[in-house]
């Protein structure tokens, strides 16, 4: 396997054959030009604050040539327009990729001209030990997730110039950071200061373990340490919010609030990673390498006075010497593992470092490679880092898997470069936040010895937190407590909202939805929405409408939820409740959350299609029922298959719909509807009927089969969150799409909304 990793690198990418270096002058701050690519997958920020010694530079690594990913033993290695998995050892696989792609070292005086940014999970640690997996892994996410960037952005902040690196890959030149300028991929008007990026968070945190639990698993670490099996472990807790808006605004604002020397900021596609970390894992420059444990912590004081004595604490704390000596000795020995012996050395000892919210004890150890060693070794060699498992490590690890219920994945894990020249820097995950659709997680934790007071190690985990905590409360309290909900005409919040579980709707589906697009305050055609909504009640309820005033109830929801000034999707929910006669128990729910476009439209500009094998045919399908499960699990399938979405066909093996949206074949001056017995006219289908009709095109509705869309001038979906898109290609092939078409289409109803209502009633 190893060997066709190394044919697939040759046949489909090649080698790289040098790397241009050279200083240029942008006239914004590192920052601003980070934001620009912020939002881009695959791009990594790596930004030093404070005046420690390891904060001199800045990185920012873009549009990504090679992209890695591993599933613990599954590979997946892509570039622009192939891929290929693997199943191989990650570790084997991430030597080979250095070594195919190494350059000289001679006369680099940057920490890095091109390689691997990105970061290793914690739980990688299970492929270079033998250890119990018994931690549940909720996330899915990568153990390893590597990118190699076209561009690399580098600020010296020590001496004030900035250096960018562009790698020759078989005679290709990527573009220059200039040419993103020019070319617009980086307009100078997105350059502009305060470029517009905000997040929204509730603030409330929702802890994995109670604090009772967290004080009982202390009480079993220390039942170990009795009976002799570690002398020190490190126990975290994790916590969970939700989080609406952009994670690089996040980023910023806890660098500005607190800054430390290895912030790192990455986008990863389906998810984000926020890091505030002020530890060093390893730094490697050609064979000499250190690492800078830390371990004890205490927080800054409110007044010079209590500031000087948590200091003064914190030296003359004997738990904490011990800890840090303790994992001195641990580090030393890792380094022997792949040093020359005479090389390993403590060349700083109990170093206080001052934060803007925390001061810090770190030691600096130091080492030199033996000449058979490289990064690869050195990582397995340190991986995880002692500070944040413990000692004995192995053991350590085993406990940890057992008293935390979720693996880890990147908390305690690493973030960083590993360069195709011999340097490599990572930093240790903790101070990390991951961020995954709307929830953001993190975790926060201590080493715990037999002395430790388990009081104080809780209180220990929230001071820890505390930059982070503090931002998202701030936050929380400037939308007025995100994510509310109206229910039977109050809003509450959502944790508290409850639905009866002898209601129709929660036993059976027995009820629908609405889902409307509301921009800057204003729902999109609310009257058309309005019509199916009382639509589907009269024909599924067979009651009376509400007699309510929707405008304003969803004004309502919007400004409670801070979502005004902002895309907003807002959903009418409806359900059946248990009563068949006055009071009714319907249950009527407004919900509404930020709302982005998908990724895979501004990437690639439009939606690929897969075909469901499981043809549908039911009655319900004339309404956006709360039975929505069939549509959940073709949408779900369709993303496992590498596609966008499903397209539903009906029994007779004709096109019917997607699992979001309605489906429109444009061929010469002719459109087409598909007919199918059961499925709902959407509104922005009707929408774009109505623009496309008034653009001179004939409107048909027939029977189409999925063959007949490969022959189409264009194949267009719709709904009312997404507008008018086109479909790309259907089960990997491509199709003929019309880009400028459906732009117009949604410029058009964009127009149109609030005028022309009739057009759906």
């Not at 990147?410 to 960083?416: A, D, L, P, R, V």
């Not at 009709?693 to 490969?710: H, S, T, V």
Request: overall charge neutral; glycine content about 8%.
């Amino acid at each position: 396997m190893k060997g066709s990793i190394k044919k697939w690198l040759d046949e489909h990418i090649g080698r790289l054959t040098r790397v241009k270096t050279e200083q240029i002058h942008p006239a914004q701050a590192f920052a601003d030009i980070a934001a620009v690519f912020a939002d881009m997958p695959g791009t990594v920020a790596l930004m030093s604050g404070g005046g420690s010694d390891s904060a001199r530079f800045h990185l920012l690594a873009v549009k990504p040539w090679l992209t890695v990913k591993a599933y613990g033993r599954r590979l997946e290695v892509s570039t622009d327009d192939c891929s290929m998995r693997f199943d191989v050892d990650p570790f084997e696989a991430l030597q080979l990729i250095l070594d195919h792609f190494a350059v000289s070292e001679k006369n680099i005086e940057l920490p890095v001209i091109s390689g691997l940014f990105g970061y290793f999970s914690y739980d990688l640690k299970d492929y270079i030990e033998n250890l119990p997996r018994t931690a549940v892994n909720d996330l899915s996410l990568p153990h390893i997730c590597l990118y190699v960037p076209s561009l690399i952005l580098i600020r010296d902040r020590w001496e004030e110039i900035t250096w960018q690196c562009i790698p020759q890959l078989n005679g290709r030149d990527f573009l220059t950071f200039d040419d993103w300028v020019r070319q617009g991929g980086c307009g100078a008007e997105s350059l502009a200061p305060g470029a517009a990026f905000s997040f929204r968070s509730s603030g409330d945190l929702r802890a994995g373990l109670a604090k009772p639990s967290y004080l009982a698993a202390i009480d079993v670490i220390k039942e170990y340490i009795v009976s002799g099996h570690i002398y020190q472990a490190n126990f975290a807790q994790r916590f969970e919010t939700d989080f609406y808006g952009s994670p690089f605004a996040l980023f910023r604002t806890l660098f500005d609030a607190a800054p430390a020397p290895f912030y790192a900021y990455i986008q990863a596609g389906d998810h984000h990673i926020v890091s505030t970390s002020p530890e060093r894992l390893v730094r490697q420059t050609g064979k000499n390498i250190e690492t800078r444990p830390i371990k004890g912590t205490r927080p800054r004081g409110n007044t010079e006075k209590e500031d000087q004595s948590l200091r003064t604490a914190l030296l003359q704390s004997a738990k904490d010497d011990a800890e840090l000596s303790m994992i001195v000795d641990l580090l030393r020995n890792d380094f022997g593992r792949v040093c020359r012996v005479d090389s390993v050395h403590v060349a700083e000892h109990k170093r206080l470092e001052a934060y803007v919210n925390v001061f810090h004890l770190v030691s600096i150890i130091k080492g030199r490679l033996r000449a058979n060693m490289g990064s690869v070794d050195l990582i397995k060699a340190i991986f995880p880092g002692g500070s944040i498992t413990g000692c004995p490590r192995i053991r350590a690890m085993e406990i940890i898997d057992e008293i935390e219920p979720c693996q880890r994945h990147i908390y305690t894990g690493s973030i960083g470069y590993i360069s195709f020249h011999r340097t490599m820097d990572l930093s240790i995950a903790i101070r990390t936040a991951t961020i995954v659709g709307d929830r953001l997680l993190f975790s926060v934790g201590g080493g715990i010895v037999f002395d430790s007071d388990a009081e104080d190690e809780y209180q220990e985990t929230l001071h820890k937190g505390r930059s982070l905590i503090n931002v998202l409360e701030a936050e929380g309290k400037k939308g007025q407590g995100k994510n509310y909900v109206w229910r039977n005409g109050r809003l509450e919040p959502i944790e508290t909202a409850k639905v009866p579980l002898s209601d129709l709707g929660v036993q059976y589906g027995f009820g629908f939805f609405e889902t409307i697009r509301v921009a800057n305050g204003t729902p999109e055609f609310l009257a058309a929405h309005i019509h199916r909504f009382n639509h589907s009640w009269k024909h599924l309820f067979k009651k009376p409408t509400p007699d309510v005033t929707w405008a304003d109830i969803i004004s309502q929801v919007i400004k409670k939820n801070g979502l005004s000034e902002t895309i907003a999707a807002v959903k009418l929910i409806a359900t059946r409740g248990s009563r068949e006669h006055p009071p009714y128990d319907h249950q009527l729910i407004v919900t509404a959350r930020a709302y982005t476009q998908r990724p895979a439209i501004s990437e690639r500009g439009g939606l690929a299609l897969a075909t469901y094998p499981h043809p549908r045919q039911s009655p319900l399908a004339d309404y956006k029922t709360l039975n929505y499960l069939y549509y959940y699990l073709a949408g779900k399938w369709a993303k496992e298959s590498g596609a966008d979405e499903a397209l539903v066909l009906n029994p007779d093996g004709s096109v019917s719909e997607t699992n979001t949206a309605n489906i429109l074949m444009v061929k010469r001056d002719t459109v087409y509807s598909p007919t199918s017995p059961h499925v709902l006219g959407g509104v922005m289908e009707k929408q774009v009927i109505a623009c496309l009709r008034r653009m001179g095109y004939e409107i048909k509705a027939q029977r189409l089969m999925p063959a007949e869309l490969f022959s189409a001038d264009a194949v267009i979906l719709a709904n009312s969150l997404i507008g008018a898109v086109p479909v790309i290609a259907l089960d990997n092939e491509w199709l003929c799409f019309n880009q400028y078409l459906c732009q117009n289409l949604c410029r058009y109803v964009q127009q149109g909304n609030g005028t022309n209502q009739d057009l759906t009633i």
